[in-house]
């Protein structure tokens, strides 16, 4: 995968930006700089023109009436002018001015861009009237003078280039100077995520510390970044740490009933002994066994059940049963083991109920939680089953008439092994893993499972599942 | 001798009481911690098997009880946990020795055994006082080389005055320690075991073993040699 840098990323588009905004810059200044100078330009020509006319003087003789008198004046190199009577009559010139300049009619000064060998001039064409001296006999004569000059334009561009140059760079200067502050500041913003980085780093299965770097926290974009970081941390720690609480107390169980059955056998080959001593030793090991073999049992269901399941997302083989007939069946397998409490099992069952459960596991969650009822029940007392269904979900409770439960086991009783008390007492029967079989059961098909306390007395396991159509 | 096993697990602690009896040990049995902790500390025993996860009351803290009013009786502790920190923790605590669940029963036997004997000084299993000698592994007894046919209460008494030489003990001190609570309390059962054993301990050209001293208990006379 291609990796990208933000860093490089932020800093070349900065960088894009700005250089276009120079191009744009510099074509308006173009633009404007070439305006002024021509204003500029026209002025100096109209100013020139002006001085010639100035310098035009009535003449000596009679056969010159005007003559252009300009002694010392500075013309600029490469100028071209010609100065005229309304009867055509050259009355000074220098250098070659090209015909093809009109000279308009009216007296309107006008200006024209024309070519003379090869370079680009600007010429003015001026007209003015002069009134010859009134005092001679001939009477007043008035004049109409045109002046056309012109100089080359050359040096007008050369100053917009200049401008141009100029501005050009200095705005590469500060682009410069913008990248490497660009440069500084982004790394410096980005710090508190390297350091984030390195917190999370230190994070292994041994040290689950996690500190947010308060540089991080006070970035409100990274504020999302690390409350999810701490989030999912906790969840993975809170799940890590039941699994190695399971783990342990796995191992605890195992060891215990496999020292029952390992004493048992070795206790019964001490000495020689009787047949009878023999037969009895051995019913015993084989009941020693069987409770070992219970408990590993329960701990692969518990594992089956607790792996996400492929098959249980696909609609075709989802797996459906009877949520009543389960209960029917669990009632009937408990039956026994309730005559010998002396418990009554009452069953109320409203409407029927399709779930999205294996059947075997549905009766599996069934008589577990009845068991468990049942064992928590004085004798001569009665469990009430009941199941309901209510919008779209199935609601099955089961009450005892037990001492009910004491709070601080309420969250930890669908755990793993946990069995009210740390030494895990096992005179009440089961191997701890009842209630969390339940817990998976439920779980897998979407419901819950909930146990509570009475008002009156007992418990009351509360089962929802979702009903299926 | 007379062990106490503390340990919750019905079937577990069956096995072990089980096994301590045919070894001609006598055993009490505590389900709980509490019960556990009260009868440790009658100190009457000259062992004691400790399971650590006890409901009422933690082995540990049994231990830690046991210790703090200065009662030394070797405990042997039963743990199922892994982890060596605990291990430390729990000789640090106080227990003399343990073994790890699943375990060896022949093994805990043997441990518990020589738990007792090196609680009363002795380092093997063959005792020797004067000119009788003691194997307390295969319960044999000879004087002179001689073959003594002791029966199983004959041998406890021997055994346990064999761990006290030269110190008066008490009927009262013999029958703490050589019955549990499930046997009948008598002394006369003692002065009759005690009148068989001097009997049978009186081999040709040796010298009378056992003294008797009224309303203060038997003495064995001989200065004891260790082996």
């Known amino acids: 995968m291609r990796s990208v840098s933000i860093t490089r990323r932020l800093i070349l588009t900065v960088l894009v930006l700005e250089i276009f905004s120079a191009i744009a810059l510099i074509g308006a200044i173009t633009v404007h700089e070439r305006h002024l100078e021509l204003k500029a330009f026209d002025a100096t020509l109209r100013g020139s023109a002006d001085s010639i006319m100035g310098a035009i003087q009535d003449g000596v003789n009679d056969t010159e009436d005007l003559v252009l008198d300009m002694p010392g004046m500075q013309l600029p190199k490469d100028t071209l002018f010609r100065v005229e009577d309304e009867r055509g009559k050259i009355i000074g010139s220098v250098g070659q001015v090209p015909e093809q300049i009109a000279l308009s009619a009216t007296n309107a000064t006008t200006f024209q861009n024309v070519q003379v060998s090869g370079r680009n001039y600007r010429f003015v064409v001026r007209h003015g009237i002069r009134i010859l001296d009134p005092s001679e006999a001939r009477g007043e004569v008035r004049r109409t003078i045109t002046i056309v000059y012109g100089t080359p334009v050359d040096h007008v561009w050369h100053e917009v280039l200049e401008a141009i140059r100029f501005f050009a760079i200095a705005t590469a200067i500060l682009i410069g100077l913008t990248a490497l502050l660009m440069v500084w500041l982004v790394r410096r913003c980005l710090s508190p995520l390297h350091e984030l980085a390195l917190q999370a780093e230190g994070i292994t299965p041994k040290t689950w510390q996690f500190e947010s770097p308060a540089s991080a926290m006070e970035i409100l974009e990274l504020q999302p970044l690390v409350r999810a970081l701490e989030a999912a941390l906790a969840r993975l720690q809170r799940s890590f740490e039941q699994q190695k609480r399971f783990t342990s107390d796995a191992a605890h169980e195992l060891k215990t009933d496999v020292a029952i059955v390992k004493s048992s056998l070795q206790l019964l080959s001490m000495r020689k002994r009787t047949v009878e001593e023999y037969s009895r030793g051995l019913a015993l090991g084989l009941d020693d066994f069987t409770r070992l073999e219970m408990t590993v049992q329960k701990m692969l ?8 399941s492929e098959l249980a997302t696909r609609e075709a083989i989802q797996p459906s049963c009877s949520l009543g007939e389960a209960i029917e069946e669990a009632v009937h397998q408990s039956r026994s083991f309730a005559d010998l409490k002396e418990v009554t099992i009452v069953v109320q069952i409203g409407t029927r109920a399709q779930v999205p459960i294996d059947r075997r596991d549905a009766v599996l969650l069934c008589s577990n939680v009845l068991l468990n009822a049942l064992q928590h029940s004085p004798p001569r007392s009665s469990v009430h089953i009941e199941m309901k269904v209510t919008g779209g979900s199935a609601n099955l409770t089961v009450r005892d008439e037990g001492e009910g439960i004491r709070n601080e086991d309420r969250l930890y009783v669908f755990e793993p092994f946990y069995r009210g008390d740390i030494s895990r007492s096992r005179k009440s029967g089961g191997t701890g893993l009842g209630l969390s079989i339940c817990k998976a059961i439920c779980e897998r098909a979407g419901g819950s499972i909930e146990i509570s306390n009475l008002t009156t007395a007992g418990a009351q396991v509360t089962i929802t599942l979702p009903e299926q159509r | 001798m007379r062990v106490l096993v503390i340990e919750d697990e019905e079937r577990l602690a069956e096995n072990i009481v089980g096994a301590l009896r045919e070894t001609g040990i006598a055993v009490d049995r505590a389900a709980d911690g509490e019960a556990g902790s009260y009868l440790a500390e009658q100190d009457v025993y000259d062992a004691i098997v400790l399971d650590l996860m006890l409901p009422g009351k933690s ?15 070797p405990v042997l502790v039963l743990t199922a946990q892994e982890g060596k920190e ?21 093994e805990l036997l043997a441990r518990i055994k020589a738990l007792i004997r090196r609680a009363k000084g002795v380092s093997t299993p063959v005792l020797t006082v004067s000119d009788v000698e003691l194997n307390s ?5 000879n004087r002179r080389g001689n073959s003594l046919n002791l029966s199983p209460t004959e041998y406890r008494i021997l055994e346990y005055l064999i761990h006290r030489p030269s110190v008066f003990v008490s009927k009262r001190e013999l029958l703490e320690h050589l019955y549990d609570f499930d046997w009948d309390h008598h002394s006369n059962v003692i002065e009759a075991h005690v009148s068989n054993l001097r009997r049978k301990l009186n081999v040709e050209g040796a010298e009378p073993l056992i003294e008797t001293l009224r309303h203060r208990g038997y003495r064995l006379c001989a200065e004891r040699n260790v082996v």
């Open chain 1, 301 to 308: 269901t518990l594992a089956r059940l607790e792996q996400p």
């Open chain 2, 59 to 73: 082995g540990q803290k049994v231990l830690r009880d046991l210790r703090r009013r200065r009662l030394h009786t």
């Open chain 2, 86 to 106: 605990s291990t430390v923790e729990l000789l640090n605590a106080g227990a003399d020795d343990y073994v790890s669940k699943p375990f060896d029963l022949g």
């Open chain 2, 137 to 141: 592994v295969l319960q044999t007894v």
